[in-house]
């Protein structure tokens, strides 16, 4: 795995954020960065730390409460956590021995906007879920 930054959707770019899949075809350097971020939800340890940290009441959690969730070690619970950190999907600060993680809604938000259908008449079915066997 590369151990090159990941630059997170709509920070430091001219063009603000990717368009939706649908309104508009993603340039390269798009592409990557999306797929980077998908990359780091693309593992079930990593995606039930996010739903874990999402859905805490307070919106934040100490990493002490997540490692018993899991049957891995310490320290691959916080790599997966450092995973997501760089791809922007959470972030963490540090209270004398424990370190606490809350979630930035705007890298959530963008994706959903990236996969939302722009508003207009329905597409078109596809001839595979109308065929029947």
Same mark, same amino acid.
């Given at each position: +795995?590369?151990?090159q *930054?990941?630059?997170v959707l709509?920070q430091? &770019? /001219?063009?603000?954020?990717?368009?939706g899949?649908?309104?508009? #075809?993603? $340039? *390269?350097?798009?592409?990557e960065?999306?797929?980077?971020?998908?990359?780091?939800?693309? $593992?079930?340890?990593?995606?039930?730390?996010?739903? +874990?940290i999402?859905?805490r009441?307070? &919106? *934040?959690?100490?990493?002490? $409460?997540?490692? @018993? =969730?899991?049957?891995?070690?310490? @320290?691959?619970?916080?790599?997966?956590?450092k995973?997501?950190?760089?791809a922007?999907?959470?972030?963490s600060?540090?209270?004398?021995?424990?370190?606490?993680?809350?979630?930035? #809604?705007?890298m959530t938000?963008?994706? =959903?906007a990236i996969?939302?259908?722009p508003?207009?008449?329905p597409? #078109?079915?596809? =001839?595979?879920?109308g065929? /029947?066997?």
């Open positions: +795995m590369s151990k *930054e990941i630059v709509g430091g &770019g /001219a063009d603000g954020c990717c368009p899949l649908l309104s508009a #075809p993603l $340039d *390269e350097d798009q592409a960065t999306l797929a980077q971020v998908f990359k780091a939800l693309g $593992d079930p340890v990593r995606l039930r730390l996010l739903s +874990m999402a859905s009441a307070g &919106g *934040e959690v100490c990493v002490c $409460d997540l490692t @018993p =969730a899991f049957d891995v070690s310490q @320290p691959t619970i916080s790599h997966h956590l995973l997501l950190k760089q922007g999907l959470i972030d600060e540090r209270r004398g021995t424990w370190v606490y993680y809350r979630l930035l #809604p705007q938000d963008r994706l =959903a996969l939302t259908r508003a207009g008449p597409l #078109p079915e596809t =001839a595979s879920a065929a /029947a066997s």
